[in-house]
């Protein structure tokens, strides 16, 4: 499974765009990039995925370059609800879905 | 997105018992559970991978006598860790996916397990 690589902490202010980007140098071809959020004493919450190009829900929008070497969570003008941690996996479609966390990036909104 | 519960959400046991942890998925069969373990200010670590009807498949490092894993329907999944000691003391997490391929997995809300 790729590692991944993301900044271990972000400050950001209550209506900003916040952009996580995570590098995975080795990702494989069959290999799709998923995204968690955590809040401390819960378990972690799906935000999106994606396999090449853009990817966009409701909650967040995902940028995946054409190489796929990185990949950058967006979101849009982020609230205090959304200070939590961020996890950026890299999943092997023929792994049976096992996950292996990172440390992920600890984002912080500051009113 | 799909629900996964665990139960209980909080124990606290004395050294030497064994404590049951359930996953359960709530609105989907999840052919394949995962067990994993937090400790404070840490990434998650994946204990062991579950499918139904079949044996749990251990991370290194992971002793597969001390946490039992039992996956036993579509919809549920048990961890026992047996013979509990104050160093197992942390938060555990399962999640649940059904399919193949590119499902997404879901997790539940962990359990805090405290052995005195």
């Known amino acids: 499974l790729a590692k991944t690589t993301q900044p271990i902490s972000m400050d950001s202010y209550e209506g900003q765009e916040v952009n996580i980007t995570c590098s995975h140098n080795?990702?494989?071809?069959?290999?799709?990039i998923t995204w968690y959020q955590q809040f401390p004493s819960q378990g972690p919450r799906f935000i999106i995925q994606?396999?090449?190009t853009k990817v966009t829900n409701e909650v967040a929008s995902l940028f995946i370059p054409a190489d796929r070497k990185s990949s950058t969570l967006s979101l849009p003008r982020v609230s205090l609800s959304d200070t939590a941690v961020y996890y950026c996996?890299?999943?092997?479609?023929?792994?049976?879905?096992?996950?292996?966390f990172g440390q992920g990036t600890e984002l912080s909104v500051k009113p | 997105g799909a629900v996964v519960s665990q139960h209980p959400s909080r124990v606290i046991c004395k050294s030497g018992t064994s404590v049951k942890i359930e996953c359960r998925s709530l609105?989907?069969?999840?052919?394949?559970m995962f067990w994993y373990r937090q400790f404070p200010k840490q990434s998650l670590m994946l204990m062991a991978t579950?499918?139904?009807?079949?044996?749990?498949?251990?991370e290194q490092g992971v002793e597969k006598d001390k946490f039992l894993i039992n996956h036993a329907s579509l919809t549920l999944s048990t961890l026992t860790v047996t013979s509990a000691h104050p160093e197992d003391s942390s938060f555990y997490i399962c999640?649940?996916?059904?399919?193949?391929?590119?499902?997404?997995?879901?997790f539940g809300p962990g359990t805090r397990l405290l052995v005195l």
């Open positions: 999640s649940a996916r059904g399919g193949t391929g590119r499902e997404t997995q879901y």
């Open positions: 080795n990702i494989a071809t069959n290999d799709y």
């Open positions: 994606g396999y090449k």
């Open positions: 996996l890299v999943v092997g479609y023929n792994q049976g879905g096992k996950l292996i």
């Open positions: 609105d989907f069969q999840a052919t394949t």
């Open positions: 579950s499918n139904e009807g079949s044996k749990a498949t251990y």
